[in-house]
Structures are given as structure tokens and as C-alpha cells.
């Protein structure tokens, strides 16, 4: 009997320890981060998500997507995740103030799904059915903003025929110009805008050529633009593998999800949001594969994650990335037809 | 070899034994025979059919487009399905049924009100049931470890006070003034665990803390069910078990009251080492890592008195079942604290974070080491509970060389292939997909193991399946009484 009290006492106090040291201190720490600004209160990151957004989150969840990728990068001088290009600069506890639930990840079955919004091709800013996005919400400030409009955005250049991409290459570079935002993307923007070559490479299936630069790109995590298909990291390049993943890659091993996709018969004129399929996954004559809610929201959700803002406390590989993307146009300025190419690969520095 | 294998010296108190002293512990038995046996029978059938599920991830991950195309069994969901069986259906439950048992006859005292244990049991049930419905059909809450939604957590917490609360009050009313080791860990365990879940459901979905901290959450959560609640429970078993089995007291009663100790202490700061390297401030994982290098002490201390209890007497485990699972989990109790000590370090971790170790890890820590400990009690327990031995010699011996070489070869399958993975991971020069088909055939492998691993889980619940429907053998060797009708129904 008289052990009976340092025995509860015991019990609970290594409890409790643990419990505070590992849960409520870092809480009391970094429990109540706020978004970093620049002194005059602009250039906010990370910036709340969108509706989309978090219902993607919820998707990803759902759908185990965690169990196989990873959403962290690690510093260059601990793992090769920033020469990998997962990443310019390490994770920190601020990028992920808005996310819930947070999916930092234990696995890498697959890529790290960190800074995957940030690898798509600058938004085409076509006129578009892209539902009630605010197609220029806030783009200059953070990838992650852009997303849910990218969404829906891209897709029709897949879907489309090459015809009606063509026809939306005029419309696409003046809306760049008009755009006056003078940060990043629209750095990125004006590679893809550069008219014509830009939309060749989405649309001609025979363009080995502008594959070429972006299957260089040394120790790059990501597979090869594959000719025929969007281009990377687009959204219709995300529907496309997520509802057949072996057709991008072979020897994936990612589950298909094709549940997240309506396979209907077309009624009047193929939809604008319809996947673009090949081969054994294409849905026979007359029909079509077109994103649920579900899948639209997880790719917003895919293309929302972007941590290639810089962050104050963390110190980004190769300079501030602010300035990273300026050479770019002026190299694609110089050779047009490889800088369409390398749209996949350039936005992400 | 001897068919019915079960122990039969009664150590502790052989000379001195009496009729009544064996009358009493058959009274014990007898009390927590509804409510252990039913949590047995949920277990194992959550075993079962868990370990459906495990085949069916593990090949699905080697071979993606198996049943593709449909919701639910898509392989992101039916991986925490299967973690979420075994984890509350399984290894609770089992955990559960040894620990009330254990405490029921440490405590010398009759379990109370056996009916309401049993319905907590049944709530338990319901819980998992729906939890894992609810995973499969998409309301998975994306933390691992604690993937069921918030109204299952409810029903869970309501089915645990049912059931936690009689055995601690079981310890109140104990009669002797001795406390034995196993009582502190089973306390420990069933007053961790409450405290534990209720810290998670609350810091993640009642006033959830921000950003990467839900993460801090959930790994904190996850290392300390894996040391605080099952391996508390396993270590207080193979503590009750092996001195039991062999007739002799626990080599050092210092060394045990020191491994507990470091134990709590040491083994609960350990969360973060699933997290080197990630966006925390770096001082949590320096101290987790610490903390992880410290639980040598108490692996030590624990190995150490075990292995010194147990010298001159390993022959034994070539008779008793229940001294071979106990020894084995508690050997790989060492192995999986060494290993768990390796792959937290920086330098290794670096290698190995993302990779298929982290899932060796744990199959070593819920299955080597707890799964077997209590492999290893359901063989002492069930006989007392339904006063029959078990049925076949051959049948546990199968049982047991099948999930050792399965286990054994499923852990070296997923390090091996994990390092591996991770080395090429870490080698910018090659294509991130070289890391994965690195690992490819080890993944393969991996789902041998896990045929070996369901051959030996079939066969314990076709075992335990003739025990329950009282076709067991009738002792040769009464040591007890049985606490059940004595109808002689054996030998057919």
C-alpha cells in the first residue's frame, strides 16, 4: 500500500511529461504562426485556401493519398530532396498554417507532393468555363491562390481539340500582357504565352522536340513529358493520372482512381472537361471521361500546394527565387521553340 | 513433444499450494471468463480479418490495377482499414483480454461485474466496425494512427471507460500487499491510454493545434500506443509469463522496478523520430532521438532480467508454447528498440525516412514483439478460461514456426528493400522512379512473408475456434480445477 502513491504519481508524471514537452510547448512555440508579409503588409504567404482546396484535402485523405507521398522538404545540407527539385528551399512550420489535416507524409512510394502546384505550367488564363474562379485572384502572391483557377483553366486546352487550343492562343497572350502583376508567374506566364510554339507543344502529338529539354533536366524527379499528353503538372495532365497513371508511366505503381471519374455517353459535343485518353484507357467511340467534383477538387488541391515562396526564416537554395525566374524569359525571348518545351520544367525555379 | 504443451508446474506456490489456493484461482478464472474470452474471439476475428486485408494491400502495392477501379478497395483505403483492424480491433482487444485477465489473478481478486466488460467489449466492436465502414467508404480523417472519424472516437472512449474502469477498480480491491511488476505496467497501460487517446482526439479535432503540430500530434499519439498501451501491456504479460512458465521468480526485482521506470519515461518522448529532418523546431527531434538512444536503458534492463530468469531453462521453450511466443516477443522487443535506436539517428534517418523501413518498423514493434507476447498468454489464458488444453501439439508448432518465419522475413524483406530504397532515394544522380522499382521485389517478397503470416493466423483461429467450441482436450494433468462444467466431452 505505501508504494501506491509514487506509483500514480509516477504514472502520470512521466505521462504528463512527454505530453507537455512534445505537445505543449511546441504549441506554445509555434502553435500560433502567422503569415509572414513584406514591410508594406503585401506579398502575404502562406494565404488561406480555398473552398476547393480543402475539400481536395479531404479527398486526399479519404483516397489514403499520405501513405505513399510525402508533402516535405528536407534542407539541402541533411537530403538530396532540394536537388531532386522537390523543393528550393526546406520545409518550414509556416507553410503549413492553413493546412488541416496536415499531410507531411512518411513514405515516398511516390514523388513529394510538397511543391507540386508550383511545378505546373504557368496558368493559361484563356477565357474559359472556369467556374467561379477568379481567374486573376491572386496569382503574383502565391501559386497556391492561382489553383483552384488553374483548375478548372487548363483543362480545355487538353480537352479541346488543337483547333479551339489554337484558336484560344491569341486570347491567351494578351491576357498576359494585360496583366500587370510583375512577380514570378507572370515571369512564367510569358514563356507559355509566347503564342503559338506554347500551345504546339500541348497540342501536337508528334512534338518530340520540345520533350527533349525537360527529360535532361538532371536527377528530375518527375517522368518524361510524354508526347500526346498535357503537359506536365497541368490540370488535365493530374485528371489524366490520376484515372490511368500507366499511361504516363509504365512502370507506376500508382492505384488508378478511376472512381473519381464519370464515364458517360457524350451527349451533343464532346465536353470541354473531358479527359484525354489514349490508347486501352480511352473510353470507346462516343463516349467520354469526365472529373467528378471529387477529382476537380483534389487536383485544385494538387495544384494549390506550393512552397516556393521564400520564407524569411528559411534560407532558399540558389538565391531568392523572386529573381530566379527572370532569366527564364529572356532565354525562351531568345529561342522560342525550346522555351515551349521547357515550359513543364521552367516554372518550377 | 507433449500435445497439450501448456505449462504444467504451478511455481510460485506449488509447495505450499493448497486446495484452496487453487480454488481461488479457478474462482478468478471463472469471473473473467465471459468478458476475456469475448474479447479474444472480437480479436482474433479482427485478426482474420485483418490479415485479409494486409494480403490484399500488400499485393495491391506490387500490383496496382488488383480490383481497381472500385472506392473501397483502393489500395489508400484499405491500408488504413487494415492498420485500423489490427491496431483497435486486434491489438487492443487482445491487449485487453490478457491485461484483465493478468490483473484479475495478480490482484487475487474476482472480476466484478463481468457483463459490463463484456459490453464494452461489444461497444469496442461497434466502434471499430464503423470505423473501418467509415474508412472504406471515404470519412478517414488522413492522421495516421488515428484515421477513425470523431463520433467513432466517441464510442470508443465510452467503451474503454466500461472496460478499463473495472480493471482498475479490480486493482483497488486486491487483496496482499504485493504489487508484482506486471500490476505497474497494466496500470500504467490502462491509465496511459484514456489519457493518450483523449490528448489526440482533443489537440487534432476538438481545439486542433495548428499546422505541422497535428502532426507532432499524431506521431507523439502513434509511439506512445505502440510503447505506452501495447507494449506496456506485452511487457507486463512477458513478465507475469516467463517467470510463471518456468517455475522461478523474476531474476532481479530492482532491474524490473528500473526498466519500468526508464521505461515510462524514456519510451513516451520518442514521437518525433518519425519526423527527423521535417518542419518542427529542430529541438523536438533532438530530444525525441535522445529519447530513443535512452530507451537502451530500459531494453537492457528488461533483456537482461528476462534472459537471467530464463537461464538453464531455454530448454523448456521446446515444450511450453506459451514460453516460446513469450520469449520470442520478448527478444524482439530487443531487436525493434535496437533497430527503432538505428533508424532514428540523423545520419540513418536521413536514408530511410520515406522509405518501406518505417513499415517494418512497426510490423516489428505490433507484431514480433506484442502479437507474439500475447500469442504466447492467449495460450496460457485460454485453457483456463474454457477447461480444455489446447487441441493439436502440431497445430501450434505450425502456428509458431509460420508467423516467426514470416514475421522474421517480412521485417528483413522491408529493411532490406527500405535501405535500399532509401540509398537510391539519396542519390540524386538516378531517377527518383529507380528508388521504387528498387524495392519492387522486395515488396514481393514482403507478400510471401504475409502468406506465411496468414497460414499462421488461420491456423490459431481454426485452433482457437475448436478451444471455444469446447473440443479441446481434456487436461491429462489437472493442475486446476476447471473452472467450467467438468463434462468429459474430450478426445474426438
Given amino acids: 500500500m505505501k508504494g501506491l502513491a509514487p506509483l500514480f504519481i509516477g504514472i502520470f508524471g512521466t505521462f504528463a511529461f512527454s505530453w507537455v514537452g512534445l505537445t505543449v510547448i511546441p504549441t506554445w512555440q509555434i502553435g500560433s504562426l502567422n503569415p509572414q508579409s513584406d514591410e508594406e503588409g503585401t506579398d502575404i504567404y502562406p494565404r488561406p485556401q480555398s473552398g476547393m482546396f480543402q475539400r481536395g484535402a479531404h479527398v486526399y485523405a479519404a483516397n489514403g493519398c499520405v501513405y505513399c507521398h510525402s508533402q516535405q522538404v528536407r534542407a539541402d545540407y541533411i537530403a538530396d530532396d532540394i536537388e531532386r527539385k522537390w523543393g528550393d528551399r526546406r520545409s518550414a512550420p509556416r507553410d503549413y498554417i492553413f493546412q488541416r489535416p496536415v499531410f507531411l507524409g512518411k513514405m515516398r512510394m511516390g514523388q513529394d507532393l510538397a511543391n507540386i502546384g508550383a511545378r505546373a505550367p504557368a496558368p493559361e488564363e484563356s477565357p474559359s468555363p472556369a467556374g467561379g474562379a477568379s481567374p486573376s485572384g491572386a496569382p503574383a502572391t502565391q501559386g497556391a491562390g492561382a489553383s483552384p483557377a488553374a483548375a478548372p483553366a487548363a483543362s480545355p486546352s487538353s480537352g479541346s481539340s488543337p483547333a479551339t487550343a489554337s484558336a484560344a492562343s491569341p486570347v491567351t497572350s494578351p491576357a498576359n500582357a494585360a496583366s500587370p502583376n510583375a512577380s514570378p508567374p507572370p515571369g512564367q506566364r510569358t514563356g507559355v504565352a509566347s503564342p503559338s510554339p506554347g500551345q504546339m507543344a500541348n497540342t501536337t502529338p508528334g512534338g518530340s522536340s520540345p520533350a527533349a529539354p525537360s527529360a535532361q533536366t538532371p536527377g528530375a524527379p518527375w517522368p518524361i513529358q510524354t508526347a500526346g499528353l498535357p503537359p506536365m503538372y497541368s490540370a488535365a495532365w493530374h485528371h489524366v493520372h490520376l484515372y490511368a497513371p500507366r499511361s504516363i508511366n509504365p512502370d507506376s505503381n500508382m492505384p488508378a482512381y478511376r472512381f473519381l471519374y464519370e464515364k458517360r455517353r457524350i451527349a451533343g459535343e464532346r465536353s470541354a472537361e473531358a479527359l484525354q485518353l489514349s490508347g486501352g484507357d480511352a473510353p470507346p467511340e462516343g463516349w467520354e471521361v469526365v472529373p467528378t467534383y471529387d477529382a476537380k477538387c483534389v487536383v485544385a488541391y494538387l495544384m494549390g500546394l506550393n512552397q516556393s515562396h521564400p520564407l524569411k526564416e528559411v534560407r532558399s537554395v540558389g538565391g531568392a527565387p523572386a529573381a530566379a525566374p527572370s532569366p527564364a524569359p529572356a532565354a525562351q525571348g531568345a529561342s522560342p521553340a525550346p522555351a515551349a518545351g521547357a515550359s513543364p520544367a521552367a516554372p518550377k525555379k | ?492
Avoid at chain 2, 483480454?97 to 487475487?108: E, K, N
Avoid at chain 2, 487436461?475 to 467450467?484: A, D, E, I, K, Q
Fill in chain 2, 1 to 492: 513433444m507433449n500435445t497439450t504443451g501448456i505449462p504444467l508446474r504451478d511455481p510460485a506456490v506449488s509447495a505450499a499450494a493448497g486446495d484452496t489456493e487453487q480454488l481461488e484461482r479457478a474462482y478468478i478464472d471463472a469471473s473473467t471468463r465471459v468478458p476475456v474470452l469475448m474479447f479474444y474471439t472480437s480479436a482474433i476475428a479482427w485478426l482474420v480479418l485483418g490479415t485479409v486485408l494486409a494480403m490484399v494491400v500488400s499485393f495491391k502495392l506490387h500490383s496496382p490495377d488488383l480490383f481497381g477501379g472500385v472506392s473501397f478497395l483502393t489500395w489508400g483505403r484499405l491500408r488504413p482499414a487494415h492498420m485500423n483492424m489490427m491496431v483497435y480491433g486486434w491489438a487492443s482487444m487482445a491487449g485487453m483480454g490478457t491485461a484483465v485477465w493478468l490483473m484479475a489473478r495478480l490482484c487475487r481478486t474476482t472480476l466484478r461485474f463481468p457483463l459490463l466488460l463484456a459490453a464494452g467489449g461489444a461497444f469496442w466492436n461497434l466502434g471499430v466496425l464503423i470505423g473501418v465502414g467509415a474508412i472504406l467508404l471515404g470519412d478517414s480523417t488522413g492522421f495516421q494512427w488515428l484515421e477513425f472519424p470523431r463520433y467513432v472516437a466517441v464510442i470508443l472512449f465510452v467503451a474503454y471507460t466500461l472496460m478499463a474502469s473495472w480493471a482498475v477498480l479490480m486493482f483497488r480491491h486486491r487483496r496482499g500487499d504485493q504489487i508484482y511488476i506486471t500490476q505497474w505496467f497494466l496500470l500504467g497501460a490502462f491509465l496511459w491510454f484514456p489519457w493518450l487517446y483523449a490528448a489526440g482526439q482533443l489537440m487534432l479535432f476538438v481545439v486542433p493545434v495548428q499546422g505541422v503540430l497535428q502532426s507532432a500530434v499524431t506521431w507523439w499519439y502513434a509511439n506512445n500506443l505502440l510503447f505506452l498501451w501495447f507494449g506496456a501491456i506485452a511487457l507486463g504479460a512477458a513478465y507475469y509469463m516467463i517467470p510463471k512458465v518456468i517455475g522461478r521468480p523474476v531474476y532481479s526485482y530492482h532491474l524490473a522496478i528500473i526498466g519500468f521506470w526508464t521505461y515510462a519515461l524514456f519510451s513516451s518522448w520518442t514521437g518525433m523520430t518519425r519526423m527527423v529532418d521535417g518542419p518542427f523546431p529542430a529541438w523536438m527531434i533532438t530530444a525525441s532521438i535522445a529519447a530513443t538512444i535512452l530507451t537502451m536503458i530500459p531494453v537492457a534492463t528488461i533483456g537482461l532480467n528476462h534472459h537471467l530468469t530464463m537461464q538453464g531453462y531455454f530448454p523448456l521453450m521446446r515444450y511450453s508454447p506459451t514460453l516460446r511466443f513469450t520469449v520470442f516477443g520478448a527478444m524482439s522487443y530487443t531487436v525493434f528498440s535496437v533497430i527503432g535506436v538505428l533508424i532514428s539517428l540523423r545520419s540513418v534517418a536521413s536514408y530511410v525516412n520515406f522509405t518501406q523501413v518505417s513499415i517494418g518498423y512497426s510490423h516489428l514493434g505490433l507484431y514480433a514483439f506484442f502479437t507474439m507476447t500475447i500469442f504466447g498468454s492467449m495460450y496460457y489464458i485460454v485453457p483456463r478460461l474454457v477447461g480444455r488444453e489446447w487441441r493439436y501439439g502440431s497445430l501450434i508448432k505450425l502456428h509458431f514456426w509460420s508467423a516467426a518465419y514470416g514475421i522474421g522475413l517480412m521485417t528483413l524483406m522491408l529493411l532490406a528493400g527500405g535501405f535500399l530504397q532509401g540509398a537510391n532515394m539519396e542519390n540524386p544522380a538516378l531517377p527518383f522512379s529507380e528508388s521504387i522499382e528498387t524495392v519492387m521485389p522486395y515488396l514481393r517478397g514482403r507478400s510471401i512473408a504475409g502468406i506465411l503470416l496468414t497460414i499462421s493466423n488461420f491456423i490459431f483461429a481454426y485452433h482457437f475456434g475448436l478451444m471455444l467450441l469446447g473440443l479441446g482436450r481434456t487436461s491429462t494433468v489437472p493442475t486446476f480445477l476447471n473452472p467450467v462444467e467438468a463434462e468429459t466431452s474430450g478426445g474426438h
